[in-house]
Nanobody
Framework: QVQLEESGGGLVQPGGSLSLSCAVSGSISSYNIMAWYRQAPGKQRELVASISREGRTHFAGSVEGRFTVSRDNAKNMVDLQMNSLKPEDTALYYC???????????WGKGTLVTVSS
């Protein structure tokens, strides 16, 4: 059974930084894409950042230049470093891993990030 566990959420002031981590346990294909999504109150879930096994990254336009994503393939972990945070970054952040060939699609329960003074 594949499980994802996020950590690192919390309250931060505008302009501050926060780092999220996600640990994946269970049997998962090496051919996967790891990603972070977020869902703000009253809004749809949106992709924040993704990273392939080879390290290719993609960012939402709203976070490009402020967020970075990295992964450790040996440990099945993915991190999201968030800098210059804005109140509009406030959301529940979800970790996701998608197996490219088998179609497996797994989600964490989410970690709350609140950007407020």
């Amino acid at each position: 059974q594949v499980q994802l566990e996020e950590s690192g959420g919390g309250l931060v002031q505008p302009g501050g930084s926060l780092s999220l981590s996600c640990a994946v346990s269970g049997s998962i294909s090496s051919y996967n894409i790891m990603a972070w999504y977020r869902q703000a109150p009253g809004k749809q879930r949106e992709l924040v950042a993704s990273i392939s096994r080879e390290g290719r990254t993609h960012f939402a336009g709203s976070v490009e230049g402020r967020f970075t994503v990295s992964r450790d393939n040996a440990k099945n972990m993915v991190d999201l470093q968030m800098n210059s945070l804005k109140p509009e970054d406030t959301a529940l952040y979800y970790c996701n891993i998608r197996e490219i060939y088998s179609g497996g699609d797994y989600w964490g329960k989410g970690t709350l990030v609140t950007v407020s003074s």
